[in-house]
């Protein structure tokens, strides 16, 4: 990772480990839709976006609010986000 992608810190790195979580994010959201055998268009319905949105989210296109994503996982996934954090 740091030959590749420069240490922790430097711009480079940086870049890597935002887009790297987007996608995990993306890769989640998407995993736990289909495991509860909904569309792009029926999550978007049961929390009142678009699928355009879901979309955008699951493909790692479109930086989602904390908010925005617990509303989604409340109201679309019948679940609870749960944040931590590591130092």
């Not at 240490?7 to 839709?33: D, N, S």
Request: aromatic residues 6%.
């Amino acid at each position: 990772m740091d030959r590749e992608y420069g240490v922790r810190g430097t711009p480079g790195r940086e870049q890597f480990e935002k887009e790297a979580e987007a996608f995990i994010l993306g890769a989640v959201l998407k995993e736990a839709r289909l495991s509860r055998g909904l569309t792009q268009e029926q999550l978007a319905e049961k929390c009142g976006t678009t699928k355009a949105y879901i979309s955008k989210i699951e493909n790692n296109l479109k930086d989602v609010r904390i908010s925005t994503l617990q509303h989604i996982v409340k109201k679309g996934l019948d679940g609870q986000l749960l944040l931590s954090f590591q130092f």
